[in-house]
């Protein structure tokens, strides 16, 4: 079974400039989730959708993240323009439905350097 | 709300060691409680995770991990470590209703020394 796969892997852009990261989840998951990792720190939730529908985005920032999954499989989370504190490694992970109890199935992750 | 507490920042160990990570969490209602392990350049893996049951919770790779709710506690545990055990080891906890989403501690890199 192939796992979660996102691109580019690694990434560096200069701030105010824009950027966009790709996420296939895994056949037949329902729930797809988009996490920041900044160095040092575990990953946090930006944004969870159930098939094409946002379940949680309270901590993503609007006014320049945005994501979206059209027709509720795979999925791209933009930044612009991105500032330097965006520096960080953004996981992709997505689970067979969105209970609680549902194992998260994690991608490799795009490294993303601000300059 | 819950969060989620890792106590030691890094813990090196000598190969054939038993190892302890800590993992104390905060929460007003029940919940599930998870250890993912995180190899360089790779995404998270699940290592094992409590849901209900029995406390002592068994994983993959010989990692064991023991819930204490008096203690909000859920440490992980192994006998003996390897090499291949160097990595970055996580603790999260959601709550148990609904779409709850995991909230990750800080991390805990496991450094073993031959």
């Known amino acids: 079974e192939a796992g979660v796969a996102q691109s580019p892997r690694y990434k560096i852009i200069e701030k105010r400039q824009s950027v966009a990261f790709w996420c296939n989840p895994i056949?037949?998951?329902?729930?797809l989730y988009w996490y920041q990792q900044i160095l040092g720190q575990g990953p946090k939730l930006l944004i969870q959708?159930?098939?094409?529908?946002?379940?949680?985005d309270s901590q993503l920032p609007k006014d320049r993240f945005s994501a979206e999954r059209l027709k509720g499989v795979d999925s791209t989370l933009k930044i612009q323009p991105a500032k330097l504190e965006d520096s960080a490694v953004y996981l992709c992970?997505?689970?067979?439905?969105?209970?609680?109890?549902?194992?998260?199935?994690f991608g490799p992750g795009t490294r993303l350097l601000v300059l | 709300a819950q969060s989620v507490t890792q106590l030691d920042s890094q813990v090196p160990v000598f190969e054939e060691a038993p190892v302890e990570l800590r993992c104390n969490y905060s929460?007003?209602?029940?919940?599930?409680l998870f250890w993912y392990v995180q190899y360089p350049n790779q995404g998270l893996q699940l290592l094992l995770k409590?849901?209900?049951?029995?406390?002592l919770v068994k994983g993959i790779n010989g990692f064991e991990a023991e819930f204490n709710k008096s203690q909000t506690s859920f440490h992980l545990r192994k006998p003996s470590v390897h090499i291949s055990d160097t990595a970055e080891y996580f603790c999260?906890?959601?709550?148990?209703?609904?779409?709850?989403?995991?909230?990750f501690g800080q991390g805990t890199r496991l450094t073993i020394n031959p």
């Open positions: 959708f159930q098939n094409n529908g946002v379940v949680d």
């Open positions: 409590y849901l209900s049951g029995s406390t």
């Open positions: 992970a997505s689970s067979f439905s969105q209970g609680a109890r549902e194992t998260q199935y």
């Open positions: 929460s007003s209602v029940s919940v599930y």
């Open positions: 056949s037949g998951h329902a729930t």
């Open positions: 999260a906890v959601s709550g148990v209703q609904g779409a709850q989403k995991l909230v």
